[in-house]
């Protein structure tokens, strides 16, 4: 047995007001007045004079307003390294990803694509990069994903929704800054806050399971279940547990990983562009089988905070539209062997998954 050799993120900063330390972390990594930072930042904080305000630029830096509109796509990061390419006189010295999942993701597939050649699509699967990303930085504004501790940037190709896993993928340095998440409105609070939920119930409840994944993932369950079986908007100290619950959610998952929510979301989001948190949530709440007492929790939890999901969203799918689904979530095999075992071929069949597609 080989175990992986994991990379972390080596440095951290956690605060409310720690934002504002972001010019004397970077300024030591600027490799020269030509090689600018570059900010990607969720363009939500566009009008948001304050926000932009505290973002430190100098010489040639810039900022890239992003939309979070819809999830990161190959053909957009490519979009994004050539503007930054011919617009810089010198390679960037670092890339800042300011926002949620989506801008994350994106400021990671940019730092490695600044370095390697060709186009991110080819990169897209595990431990395809060759060479060392340029320095990255990701600061998230919502909580819940685990983008800013994981080993994955996970992107829409023309050919499949799949990561670029690689040990150049995790950040070089993250900042904490819980008071960045207070305009989150309320819905996607709740649906970026249960991605973490399920990522913990996923590791907890899969067969790949160890120590080093439970020690995480029973961190990360405890927080959200006193976080969200809470009524009302999340206090403060809600909001800091939140933070923190998404960082051991993403830890719980590296060492394991995700289950049957993820494959079956990912069928979703590839053929209708239904986002992560959203996704995971409507797909959730149809696991009983899976996840007996945890899906009883979500219900609750969703009571609890006046959430309504969308219904019948695969009830007027072509036969062909909901097998395009099915192969997606069929082709994530690690997934479904973590969820349900190595024989989980015997189980797990196309009939299912339509059954599974037509009640959502
Ligand atoms: P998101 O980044 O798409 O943001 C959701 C919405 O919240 C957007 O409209 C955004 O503009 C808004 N928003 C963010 N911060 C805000 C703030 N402070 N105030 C007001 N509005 C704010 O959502 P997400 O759920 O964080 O990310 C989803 C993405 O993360 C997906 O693309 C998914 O694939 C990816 N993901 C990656 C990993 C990973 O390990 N790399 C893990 C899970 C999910
Ligand atoms: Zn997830």
């Known amino acids: 047995m080989s175990y992986k050799n994991f990379p972390m993120v080596p440095r951290v900063v956690f605060g409310r007001g720690s934002f504002d330390q972001l010019g004397e972390l970077i300024e030591p990594k600027r490799l020269n007045i030509n090689a600018p930072f570059i900010f990607l930042v969720d363009d939500v904080f566009k009008l948001d004079g304050e926000l932009t305000s505290r973002i430190p630029l100098a010489y040639n830096d810039r900022i890239i307003y992003v939309s979070a509109d819809e999830e990161p796509k190959t053909s957009q990061v490519d979009e994004l390294v050539e503007s930054i390419i011919v617009t810089s006189k010198e390679r960037p010295s670092g890339i800042i990803g300011v926002g949620g999942g989506t801008i994350l993701d994106l400021a990671k597939a940019v730092a490695i694509m600044l370095t390697n050649n060709g186009k991110s699509e080819d990169y897209q699967g595990w431990d395809l990069v060759k060479n060392k ?175 309504q999901l969308p219904q019948g969203i695969c009830s007027d799918l072509s036969e062909s539209d909901l097998n395009i689904m099915i192969d997606v979530a069929l082709g994530l095999e690690p997934l479904w062997e973590n969820a349900v075992g190595k024989n989980w071929k015997k189980t797990i069949t196309s009939k299912k998954l339509k059954e599974l597609y037509l009640k959502m």
């Open 133 to 307: 990303a340029v320095y990255h930085v990701g600061i998230p504004t919502i909580s819940g994903t685990g983008s800013e501790v994981s080993r994955t940037t996970v992107l829409t190709g023309p050919k499949r929704k799949l990561g670029i896993n690689s040990d150049y993928t995790p950040f070089d340095q993250v900042v904490l800054d819980p008071e960045l998440t207070n305009g989150v409105p309320k819905d996607q609070w709740f649906y970026t806050g249960m991605d973490c939920f399920i990522h913990s119930v996923e590791s907890l409840n899969g067969t790949y399971l160890n120590a080093f994944s439970k020690t995480y993932g029973d961190m990360a369950y405890g927080l959200c279940k006193e976080i969200y079986l809470n009524g009302g908007l999340p206090t403060k100290e809600a909001q800091d547990k939140l933070m923190m619950a998404s960082w051991h959610g993403g830890m719980s998952i590296a060492y394991s990983q995700v289950g049957v929510a993820h494959a079956v979301s990912y069928g979703l989001s590839y053929l209708l562009g239904t986002k992560h948190g959203i996704g995971n949530c409507i797909v959730f709440n149809h696991l009983e089988e899976f996840y007996p007492k945890d899906v009883a929790l979500f219900k609750t939890m969703m009571a609890k905070h006046d959430i």
